[in-house]
């Protein structure tokens, strides 16, 4: 089973910075495309960033130049390095692991804040 775990979530200034990380369980997250997703109160949850096991990337439009995704596969880990944010990047951001045989798992998620 695996078990994705989120931090560093939290409240920052518009134009401010903030760092999430993700630390999955088992032997498979090195095979496994991770990608960084969001979602506000009444709204469906959407992609921001992806990194395939390869280390292939793709971002969403609105985060192009802002937010860079990275893996360090010895740590079973993801990053989403959030720049320059804006309030309209408020929401809670949820760590997506896809299997090769394409199952999903999710974890808790991580609220972030952009405010003055």
């Known amino acids: 089973q695996v078990q994705l775990v989120e931090s560093g979530g939290g409240l920052v200034q518009p134009g401010g910075s903030l760092r999430l990380s993700c630390a999955a369980s088992?032997?498979?997250?090195?095979?496994?495309?991770m990608g960084w997703y969001r979602q506000v109160p009444g709204k469906q949850r959407d992609l921001v960033a992806s990194?395939?096991?390869?280390?292939?990337?793709n971002y969403a439009d609105s985060v192009k130049g802002r937010f860079t995704i990275s893996r360090d596969n010895a740590k079973n880990t993801v990053y989403l390095q959030m720049n320059s944010l804006k309030p309209e990047d408020t929401a809670d951001y949820y760590c997506?692991?896809?299997?090769?045989?394409?199952?999903?798992?999710w974890g808790q998620g991580t609220q972030v804040t952009v405010s003055s």
């Open positions: 997506n692991l896809r299997t090769v045989s394409f199952s999903n798992y």
């Open positions: 088992g032997s498979i997250f090195r095979f496994s495309t």
């Open positions: 990194i395939s096991g390869g280390g292939m990337s």
